[in-house]
Every structure is written in structure tokens, then in C-alpha cells.
């Protein structure tokens, strides 16, 4: 068979599949919300606005661990058990350069002030860029015009404080997990896993909504029906509690078999986990859209 009836076939058999998909959403009313979503996605060019997120994003990952580390330094400064076992869960961040980064994190140590006011400044700074991106994607879903530069720059900074406090909430829960469980499981006994892992549920369910309820209300420059921003938080808080697993699947193999890319495959994971957060996000405007019509 020569290339070009190959590429025939192939283009004929696709072309099919997307005519069985279309008359598919058109019977069904949430393949095709899920179609124009996608749709939407793709003609407004939101890939390209959760690449420059998960770009700015990732540059303030290592000034948000400045300020993790220079907070549970004050926090923690009475048990040293749990201080060391969370910088251990860190270290293991970095398999590759355990040696190097648990020199840095001794010397953050002795420098936690400084090393909480550089974190701050450097997190400001890359992280009200990667705040400004989500409204210039909202824009984009909507069709409106940006805030004026000092609208902007303070919703992005409000933007980045909820959810640097959030980032910084779930940090410290991840990071004192392996000390604080025995202790628990020490005083509940059984149905231990069982009521962790629900309680994880609910605690991840609730927070998340609350961040996105703060993001649809405040990000947009069109104000949006109360009942509509509810709903959107609610589904991509679900959403995003789904891919928070899958990841967490992929960074527990990384760490346990320190396979494949080491500290590359963590870091790749993590730019890949921001694109994705910045895609749902942009795809939840895109729902926010859809519900507002009907």
C-alpha cells in the first residue's frame, strides 16, 4: 500500500469518527456542552494562555518552598522531630539533589527571615504574572477589555494571595502527614484509613471550592450569576480533586522507585500539573459560559 492511499484511508476513517462524535453530542445535551467546551478551548487559543501559567507558575514554586521553609521553621521551632521529617518529604522533591538541597534548606534555616522576605518578594513577583494570565484568558472566554493597570495588579495580587495561602495550607498538610498519621492512628484505632481518607475528601473539596468560588467571582471582568459561579467552582473543585490524584500517583512513583528522569521527572510533573490547573480553570469560564446562556 503506498503512503498516499494509506493517508486516504486515514483521513477517511478519522472524518468518519468525528461525523459519529458530532451526531453523538447532538442527541445528548452534556457531550454537547463537553463539544463546545472543547471547541471553545481550542478557537480562543487557551493552551497557549496555560503554557505562559504554568510557566510563570513553576517560577515560583521554589520561592513558595522559601516561605514554606521559613514559616515551619517558626511554627516548628519546639519539635525538631517534625521539622526534620518535613524537610525530608522535600528533599525527596528532589532525589537527584538531595545533597545540595538539604545544604540550601540548613542554610534557609539559619536565615529564616530573610529567607521568608526574599521567597515573598520573588513569589510576588512571578506570581501576580502568572495571576494576570488567568484574567487575560477570562478576557479572552468573554471578549472583554483588561482591568486598568492598578485594577489589575491588585485583583492579581488578592488572586495570588488566596491561593498561595492555599498552596501553603496543603504544603504544610502533605509535608507533616507521615509524623502527624501515627499519631493519629494511635488514638482512633479502627477504621482509620477508611476515616482519613474521606476526611481528606471533604477537606480537599472544601477548600478547593472556596478558591474557586473566589476565582470565578473576583477574576472576571463581567460579573457573572451567583448561581452560575457555584456551580462552575463545584464541578472543577471535582475536577481538579480527580487530576490532584492522578498526579499524586505519579509523584509517589517517582519518589518510591526514583525511575526514569529523577528530579527532571518531578519537575516535568509539576509543569504539566500547572498547565493542567490553568486548563481546567480556562475550561470552567468556558462552562461558566455555556450555563449563563441557558
Same mark, same amino acid.
Not at 481518607?197 to 472556596?210: D, I, P, R
Not at 448561581?227 to 498526579?247: C, P
Not at 480556562?282 to 461558566?288: D, R, T, Y
Given at each position: ?12 476513517? @478519522?472524518?468518519? /469518527? ?5 451526531? #453523538?453530542?447532538?442527541? &445528548? ?18 493552551? &497557549? ?6 510557566? &510563570?507558575?513553576?517560577?515560583?514554586? #521554589? ?5 514554606? *521553609? ?45 529567607? +521568608? ?6 513569589? +510576588? ?16 472566554? /468573554? ?17 495570588? #494571595?488566596?491561593?498561595? *495561602? ?16 501515627? /499519631? ?88 504539566? @500539573? ?12 468556558? +462552562?461558566?459560559? &455555556?450555563?449563563?446562556?441557558?
Amino acid at each position: 500500500m503506498k503512503w498516499g492511499e494509506l493517508k486516504s484511508r486515514v483521513e477517511a476513517t @478519522w472524518e468518519r /469518527w468525528i461525523k459519529a462524535a458530532n451526531s #453523538l453530542a447532538d442527541r &445528548h445535551p452534556l457531550l454537547g456542552t463537553l463539544r463546545s467546551i472543547i471547541q471553545g478551548f481550542r478557537k480562543k487559543d487557551l493552551s &497557549h494562555r496555560s503554557i505562559y501559567f504554568a510557566f &510563570h507558575a513553576f517560577i515560583a514554586v #521554589l520561592p513558595l518552598i522559601l516561605i514554606i *521553609t521559613g514559616i515551619m521553621g517558626f511554627i516548628f521551632s519546639a519539635s525538631p522531630a517534625i521539622r526534620d521529617n518535613i524537610n525530608d518529604a522535600i528533599y525527596e522533591m528532589f532525589p537527584d539533589f538531595d545533597v545540595a538541597f538539604k545544604g540550601m534548606l540548613d542554610l534557609m534555616e539559619s536565615w529564616r527571615v530573610a529567607a +521568608l522576605l526574599v521567597g515573598v518578594a520573588l513569589f +510576588l513577583c512571578a506570581g501576580v504574572k502568572a495571576a494576570e494570565v488567568l484574567e487575560d484568558g477570562f478576557c479572552m472566554v /468573554w471578549g472583554t477589555e483588561k482591568r486598568p493597570y492598578g485594577k489589575r495588579k491588585g485583583v492579581a495580587l488578592c488572586v495570588l #494571595l488566596v491561593f498561595g *495561602t492555599v498552596t501553603l495550607i496543603e504544603a504544610i498538610m502533605n509535608f507533616a502527614t507521615p509524623t502527624l498519621i501515627p /499519631w493519629v492512628k494511635r488514638q482512633v484505632g479502627g477504621g482509620f484509613s477508611v476515616g482519613v481518607f474521606f476526611a481528606e475528601l471533604v477537606v480537599s473539596f472544601l477548600v478547593g471550592f472556596l478558591m474557586y468560588l473566589f476565582v470565578y467571582r473576583l477574576i472576571p471582568t463581567k460579573k457573572l450569576p451567583t448561581a452560575v459561579v457555584v456551580k462552575t467552582a463545584a464541578m472543577v473543585t471535582v475536577i481538579m480533586i480527580f487530576v490532584e490524584y492522578v498526579f499524586g500517583f505519579y509523584f509517589n512513583l517517582v519518589y518510591d522507585a526514583k525511575l526514569l528522569y529523577g528530579t527532571m521527572g518531578v519537575m516535568l510533573g509539576i509543569l504539566i @500539573w500547572l498547565y493542567v490547573v490553568a486548563a481546567v480553570v480556562f475550561m470552567g469560564a468556558l +462552562l461558566a459560559t &455555556h450555563l449563563s446562556s441557558e
